[in-house]
T-cell receptor
């Protein structure tokens, strides 16, 4: 049973294209996150949703737009892809956001922009 | 000053060695401290977490927090090749629930 799943696992695309990454969790958690891990392995929060409501929106270009159709899903849409968007994107979930709860990470989506 | 600083290594040790991984942080208000392990091409997984100061032990792993010096450590005893991974320290940053990660230390345990 996969707790947090992401699709696709690999994504290779040309500059200027628009792409989406999907995330699903079957843990019954209220809060979901998107993180970006760059080539130097630095992992940084991008967005967080609690009960389908955006609660964290770090300094991320507005080409990135998260969408949460329901509590179990958080998708990431990226417009006009740039070379610098190449990274591994991780989805995560936790019970809620009000206090510390363990965050469970998905396997990551490796995005390569050519 | 970055909120969490971690030496990226890489660190290479022989099997059976004691490994010490460290991070420093800047905000004395932080209360929850985590260590995540990330194998190559996988997502991070929580190894241990500690609340406030003190030690926490789980098998061969010991997490230590010294709030007076804003220093967190992970010790691995009798290291094994299967411990080869990147270890990320993380701090729970506030009411919005985000984790603040260090840059990770890549550990290689040679048989």
């Amino acid at each position: 049973d996969t707790a947090v799943s992401q699709t696709p696992k690999y994504l290779v695309t040309q500059m200027g294209n628009d792409k989406s990454i999907k995330c699903e969790q079957n843990l019954g958690h209220d809060t979901m996150y998107w993180y970006k891990q760059d080539s130097k392995k630095f992992l940084k929060i991008m967005f967080s949703y609690n009960n389908k409501e955006l609660i964290i929106n770090e300094t991320v270009p507005n080409r990135f737009s998260p969408k949460s159709p329901d509590k179990a899903h958080l998708n990431l849409h990226i417009n006009s892809l740039e070379l610098g968007d190449s990274a591994v994107y991780f989805c995560a979930s936790s019970q809620d956001a009000g206090s510390y709860n363990e965050q469970f990470f998905g396997p990551g989506t490796r995005l390569t922009v050519l | 000053q970055k909120e969490v600083e971690q030496d990226p290594g890489p660190l290479s040790v022989p099997e059976g060695a004691i490994v010490s991984l460290n991070c420093t942080y800047s905000n004395s208000a932080f209360q929850y401290f985590m260590w995540y392990r990330q194998y190559s091409r996988k997502g991070p997984e929580l190894l241990m977490y500690t609340y406030s100061s003190g030690n926490k032990e789980d098998g061969r792993f010991t997490a230590q927090v010294d709030k007076s010096s804003k220093y967190i450590s992970l010790f691995i005893r009798d290291s094994q090749p299967s411990d080869s991974a990147t270890y990320l320290c993380a701090i729970y940053g506030g009411s919005q629930g985000n984790l603040i990660f260090g840059k990770g230390t890549k550990l290689s345990v040679k048989p």
